[in-house]
């Protein structure tokens, strides 16, 4: 089985930190069994080659982040570079074809995509794994794996599974319900979407051949910058009626936001900074030379980098994608000795 890793946009619930040119995935947020610092993506690859060593893995992404890629994992893995940001199906598309019309992968093999972002066990990507077995039993055109909630959330896309089997058929999709409504799915045994999809290769190029006009990697390529930005789950789970669903019930995180990376993230204050003891639950990341002093803070979230400074109640964190957009569309302030 190839591993295929989405790797994201830029993060913007993570300002001022997470860029463009250095999105959340390449920070080195987290400390290894060596006491050494790594990133989500470090972190991420470690665990596939743990439970799978040799694992055959690709990383799409964008051209901005090829440095990077390489400067934290070398040559281990291969890259399929996106000319531009697109959304989820066209990358996927794009990876596959490489896969096939460049590095000559037979149709039959069972590929699975999952995104670099989610803070997890290694018994998540066990379960990865455990997909290829699904999938070549040919029982389903479409495997996903849903991640059994922790309680009512309207943060994420819900799998409706016909059964509340270890695997079972899909019966629906709904995009981040009202709260009141979550619960309700919950009680029916609903799952959230981790965005995991396993399925032969020839499936996804098939489906694509259908809705874009390509001969092969090359053309596709050529004609990336026209394809409209549209998720996998939209073009193709969403419409599929051959679609199964494995469960998967332990600890998954989306770090999606200050709050969630900041309950997986054991050091409470990373670069110069100092808490009195009168702080509690308070969280600092400092990416300056300069220190950072808190005291008697409450629930509290402090971001210091070059490009900005984030003050924000944790609870809050969630809600700063729109302000970050406004920031981001005022005119650059005129450069000052």
């Given at each position: 089985?190839?591993?295929?890793?989405?790797?994201?946009?830029?993060?913007?619930?993570?300002?001022?930190?997470?860029?463009?040119?250095?999105?959340?995935?390449?920070?080195?947020?987290?400390?290894?069994?060596?006491?050494?610092?790594?990133?989500?993506?470090?972190?991420?690859?470690?665990?596939?080659?743990?439970?799978?060593?040799?694992?055959?893995?690709?990383?799409?992404?964008?051209?901005?982040?090829?440095?990077?890629?390489?400067?934290?994992?070398g040559d281990k893995v291969t890259i399929c570079?996106?000319?531009?940001?697109?959304?989820?199906?066209?990358?996927?598309?794009?990876?596959?074809?490489?896969?096939?019309?460049?590095?000559?992968?037979?149709?039959?093999e069972v590929v699975a995509v999952c995104p670099?972002?989610?803070?997890?066990e290694n018994t998540y990507y066990e379960?990865?794994?455990s997909m290829e077995a699904l999938v070549k039993a040919d029982t389903a055109a479409l495997t996903l794996m849903g991640v059994e909630p922790t309680g009512p959330s309207e943060k994420f896309g819900y799998i409706l599974p016909a059964?509340?089997?270890?695997?079972?058929?899909?019966?629906?999709?709904?995009?981040?319900?009202?709260?009141?409504?979550?619960?309700?799915?919950?009680?029916e045994g609903a799952?959230?979407?981790?965005?995991?999809?396993?399925?032969?290769?020839?499936?996804?190029?098939?489906?694509?051949?259908?809705?874009?006009?390509?001969?092969?990697?090359s053309d596709l390529y050529d004609r990336y910058d026209s394809l409209p930005g549209i998720s996998f789950d939209f073009a193709v789970?969403?419409?599929e009626t051959s679609i199964q669903v494995l469960r998967y019930s332990g600890a998954w995180r989306d770090i999606g936001s200050w709050e969630s990376l900041s309950e997986v993230v054991e050091q409470k204050a990373i670069g110069k900074a100092v808490l009195d003891?009168?702080?509690?639950?308070?969280?600092?990341?400092?990416?300056?030379?300069?220190?950072?002093?808190?005291?008697?803070?409450?629930?509290?979230?402090?971001?210091?980098?070059r490009d900005g400074i984030l003050i924000s109640d944790k609870p809050l964190c969630g809600s700063i994608k729109p302000y970050v957009e406004a920031l981001h569309q005022e005119d650059p302030p005129a450069e000052t000795p």
């Open positions: 089985m190839i591993i295929i890793l989405l790797s994201g946009g830029s993060g913007k619930r993570l300002w001022p930190l997470s860029s463009e040119t250095m999105p959340k995935q390449f920070i080195k947020w987290f400390t290894n069994a060596e006491a050494e610092r790594e990133s989500l993506l470090q972190r991420i690859y470690r665990q596939i080659t743990t439970v799978s060593p040799g694992a055959d893995v690709l990383i799409a992404a964008s051209k901005l982040q090829i440095p990077e890629i390489r400067d934290q994992l570079v996106e000319p531009s940001r697109k959304d989820t199906f066209p990358a996927i598309v794009l990876a596959a074809s490489y896969l096939f019309y460049e590095r000559r992968i037979p149709s039959d670099v972002d989610p803070y997890v379960s990865v794994f059964q509340k089997e270890p695997v079972s058929p899909v019966r629906a999709f709904v995009e981040k319900p009202d709260q009141a409504s979550a619960q309700r799915y919950i009680a799952l959230w979407n981790a965005g995991v999809f396993a399925f032969r290769l020839g499936y996804i190029l098939e489906k694509a051949h259908r809705v874009i006009d390509f001969t092969d990697y789970a969403e419409k003891e009168n702080c509690r639950n308070v969280s600092i990341v400092n990416h300056l030379e300069i220190p950072i002093l808190v005291m008697g803070g409450k629930d509290l979230l402090v971001v210091a980098s």
